[in-house]
């Protein structure tokens, strides 16, 4: 939707442009106009020139005539001879500019007819001298007379062209003028609106984006505080998520403590009485195994339980400081043998300098080994590609482990940290939740994504060795 400043500053151009095409277009017909007045004054001095020239031609003509008649010299004949050609050619060319105007061509028939006398009795005059022996005779003078007034009437026929020529440029220059003021008030015109127009678009368009600009400041004072909310709102869901993580750890330990209190009582009395039946003298041999029996399952429920114990209770810590790329390169080497085996293309994206954790060296070397362990059985073999990451942001070191596996659906990542659950065949269930429990111990959190078909990333946030030491 137009707002009203962009709809002004829209239709201030579109009235600029049309005005400017108009007067374009005014210009151009004009400028053709004045072309064509420019033509036809350059016509007019064209004839006028001719007819100049061609005043000119026939006295050179007629002085040539008369030095032959006069000296006898015969250059001046032959320039007599090559004159009246020239005339000839000036001729046609007059007739030939001059074919639009009738009052011409009637005055040029007349010249014609005239020049053609003239010629013609100057080339019986010079055969008559030659004829007499190169002496002028009585007839040649009476003839002289008759030349002279056929000049005189030539002249006056060419003058009367030139002025009618004149008078006609003198108009056909004022029509020049006229038009060559036209364009010039039309190109002024056209400047001054176009001017007019560019300010007052360049006002609305200033006011426009003035308001426009506290329009977008405002829009990104709000963005700003919707980004902070949903930071706040972000930061308190990863702190529930953590405190439900670690309620739901606290309560799978204390049920796991029972559990094992419940269990070792009475496991504890079926291990002493398996000891004092095989004390006995009097066991058979299938006796004897089938204690043996009791006593290695009461062992496996025994250390089944210590395992259990072990993966969700908080241990004590030995704390040293260790650079977090320094912790996975040495994880990674535990797991080398593992990833040459299925030809995993590894990736490692490190930040320089990794930052520094306070962690248990050992424990981590195991949280971690557990998440790339996991993630080499979930790929391939000879197409999977494992990909580690490590960055700091302000006090927080972030692992990132992604792999190409299978992925995992949304009841499995839920159940993922659970005592016991797994979809491995020969797995026992208690990596992961060992792997939590680490790195709950060391004040961090753990998340996972993953898509079927797409892989599987967990993000490791440590707390920083600064953090830690404060």
Wanted: aromatic fraction near 6%.
């Amino acid at each position: 939707m137009l707002t009203t400043g962009s709809f002004r500053v829209k239709a201030g151009y579109l009235a600029a442009f049309l005005l400017l095409v108009i007067s374009y277009v005014l210009i151009f017909l004009t400028f053709q106009q004045f072309l064509k007045q420019s033509r036809w004054v350059e016509h007019t001095d064209l004839v006028i020139n001719d007819l100049e020239t061609l005043s000119s031609y026939l006295n050179e003509t007629e002085s040539a005539g008369r030095g032959y008649v006069i000296l006898n010299d015969s250059d001046q004949l032959q320039s007599f001879y090559s004159g009246t050609t020239r005339i000839d050619s000036l001729l046609k060319n007059i007739d030939s500019i001059t074919s639009d105007n009738i009052i011409h061509q009637r005055r040029l028939d007349t010249l014609k007819e005239l020049i053609q006398d003239k010629l013609g009795r100057m080339y019986r005059g010079v055969l008559s001298y030659k004829q007499a022996g190169n002496a002028i005779t009585s007839d040649m003078k009476e003839k002289g007379q008759i030349s002279k007034m056929l000049m005189m009437r030539i002249r006056n026929t060419i003058r009367q062209m030139e002025d009618a020529e004149r008078q006609l440029l003198l108009k056909r220059k004022e029509k020049l003028r006229a038009v060559s003021i036209s364009v010039r008030i039309i190109a002024i015109t056209s400047l001054i609106i176009a001017i007019l127009l560019s300010v007052y678009s360049f006002v609305t368009y200033s006011r426009e984006s003035e308001a426009k600009a506290k329009a977008d400041e405002q829009a990104n004072s709000y963005r700003k505080q919707l980004e902070n909310k949903v930071r706040e709102l972000q930061e308190a869901n990863a702190e529930l998520q953590e405190l439900r993580s670690l309620e739901k750890f606290t309560a799978t330990g204390r049920i796991a403590r029972t559990i094992a209190h419940e269990i070792r009582n009475p496991l504890t009395n079926i291990s002493l009485a398996s000891e004092q039946i095989k004390s006995t003298s009097n066991n058979d041999e299938e006796s004897v195994m089938l204690l043996d029996m009791i006593d290695r399952n009461a062992s496996r429920i025994n250390h089944m339980i210590s395992e259990l114990l072990t993966s969700t209770r908080f241990a004590l810590l030995q704390y040293s400081n260790i650079n977090i790329n320094t912790l996975l390169d040495e994880t990674l080497e535990l797991a080398k043998d593992r990833i040459e085996l299925k030809h995993i293309h590894l990736e490692k994206h490190f930040s320089n300098p990794g930052c520094d954790v306070m962690a248990d060296v050992d424990k981590m070397k195991i949280a971690f080994l557990n998440i790339i362990v996991n993630a080499i059985e979930a790929t391939e073999k000879e197409k999977g590609v494992l990909k580690i990451r490590s960055w700091h942001e302000g006090d927080k070191c972030f692992v990132n482990i992604q792999d190409n596996g299978a992925g995992m659906d949304e009841e499995t990542q839920q159940k993922l940290f659970d005592p016991y659950f797994t979809k491995k065949g020969n797995g026992s269930g208690l990596g992961l939740t060992h792997t939590q429990n680490i790195i709950l111990n060391h004040k961090g959190s753990i998340s996972v994504k993953s898509r079927m078909g797409e892989g599987t990333e967990f993000t490791v946030v440590l707390n920083a060795a600064r953090a830690t030491a404060t």
